[in-house]
């Protein structure tokens, strides 16, 4: 009998750690069907998308609102394709805001509903706790902290760490990245990462640049990485490029490499999300800094936790990088942040110590515990 397993995945992040996954599981049910919606690292395993991973990359409360009324459409057909032709399983990885709603459903009606990555109930909406239980019949927690969340709700969890932490060396090659991307001389080399979605550009391109200004006056001989992941993001930085021609930068944008820049990096700049865990498990020191519409930036504010937003910080609970964020982002005070970490070598070295136990701790061989940790959901179709 073929396992049919749906799946949900809405961002690049989940895409890939959705691949591993169907992967690791294949690797027990080499027959086994994958579908839903999904990205294309997860196609390349043979994933099914019935829609395609960036219909759920939205940005922000506001933006969420902006596109409910396709979102809500797209989450009902889904709902009654699968309640129609049932799978053995349901996995939604990370896209809480639509896969809790399915998932709640989906159990009701008696299939397994496993979600992967745990919502930041940790850090924010820790009321939605008694949802996510009634919601989900197993919850897959990458960082440490957040079983016992879990169990204290009476979710059964498991915690499998972070498939980063299995794929990053702990001691990374920086001349060998300096090599691969042609990068010579003594000048520092700054990465600059203002995210992957357009929205993200649209509020971080124009003061990355004002930052890179600011540094390259101080440093004549920097040099400036800026990886992005599609053409859309490229043109976004190359229109604000154009509204700064007045300045000659040496600004290379990458397509893609984005761990290739921050390996080659003497200092990231990273808008904040899973690209300050990767600058991390890659011993760069880093400044962290977002910039989101003000009502939803009000709106997260107010319903926070923790004082800070960047996972370094949350996972080594005290701050280890600087976060300058919203308002306070300014191009000089990035540029100061950013030189800080340049001028002081022995809290550089220490942060390199910090991150080297964060590696450890969250290499775990995700995919495997996490397909572990399915599998016995799926007896009795296989």
């Known amino acids: 009998m073929v396992v049919r397993i749906a799946m949900v995945a809405g961002e690049a992040s989940s895409d890939?750690?959705?691949?591993?996954?169907?992967?690791?599981?294949?690797?027990?049910?080499p027959d086994a069907e994958f579908f839903g919606i999904g990205g294309p690292k997860m196609q390349a395993e043979g994933f099914k998308a019935w829609w395609p991973a960036e219909k759920l990359s939205v940005h922000g409360y506001v933006d969420a609102l902006k596109n409910y009324r396709?979102?809500?459409g797209i989450r009902r057909s889904l709902l009654n394709r699968l309640l129609a032709d049932r799978p053995a399983a349901f996995i939604g990885v990370d896209a809480p805001d639509f896969s809790l709603w399915l998932e709640r459903r989906l159990k009701d009606k008696g299939i397994p509903a496993i979600h992967f990555v745990s919502?930041?109930?940790?850090?924010?909406r820790r009321g939605r706790l008694k949802g996510i239980a009634r919601s989900v019949s197993h919850m897959l927690c990458l960082f440490p902290f957040e079983p016992e969340l879990y169990r204290t709700a009476g979710?059964?969890?498991?915690?499998v760490g972070h498939p980063l932490a299995d794929v990053f060396p702990l001691k990374p090659d920086q001349a060998g990245a300096r090599e691969m991307l042609q990068i010579t001389g003594d000048g520092p080399v700054f990465a600059f990462l203002p995210g992957s979605r357009q929205s993200e550009l649209r509020n971080l391109a124009d003061t990355y640049i004002a930052t890179a200004a600011i540094l390259h006056e101080r440093h004549p001989d920097a040099r400036f990485l800026v990886p992005l992941a599609t053409r859309e993001t490229r043109m976004l930085f190359e229109d604000a490029l154009r509204r700064h021609a007045h300045v000659d930068l040496p600004i290379r944008i990458l397509f893609g490499h984005a761990t290739d820049a921050?390996?080659?990096?003497?200092?990231v700049l990273v808008a904040s999300g899973t690209a300050t865990l990767e600058a991390a498990l890659l011993k760069r020191p880093m400044v962290i800094t977002y910039k989101i519409g003000k009502w939803s930036y009000?709106?997260?504010?107010?319903?926070?936790?923790?004082?800070?937003?960047?996972?370094?910080?949350?996972?080594?609970?005290?701050?280890?990088?600087?976060?300058?964020?919203?308002d306070a982002a300014t191009p000089q005070a990035l540029a100061d942040a950013l030189d800080g970490w340049l001028t002081d070598k022995a809290r550089a070295a220490e942060l390199v110590e910090v991150f080297t136990d964060m590696h450890l701790q969250l290499r775990q061989n995700t995919a495997d515990k996490a397909a572990a940790a399915i599998l016995p959901y799926l007896r009795g179709h296989a």
Do not use: T
């Not at 890939?16 to 049910?29: F, N, Q, T, V």
């Open 119 to 124: 919502p930041s109930i940790w850090a924010w």
């Open 155 to 159: 979710v059964p969890v498991s915690y």
């Open 16 to 29: 890939l750690l959705a691949s591993h996954l169907i992967r690791a599981l294949k690797r027990h049910l």
């Open 70 to 72: 396709e979102l809500s």
């Open 262 to 267: 921050m390996i080659a990096a003497d200092v």
């Open 298 to 326: 009000r709106l997260m504010r107010r319903m926070a936790y923790l004082p800070w937003v960047g996972l370094p910080n949350v996972l080594a609970n005290r701050e280890v990088v600087p976060e300058v964020l919203q």
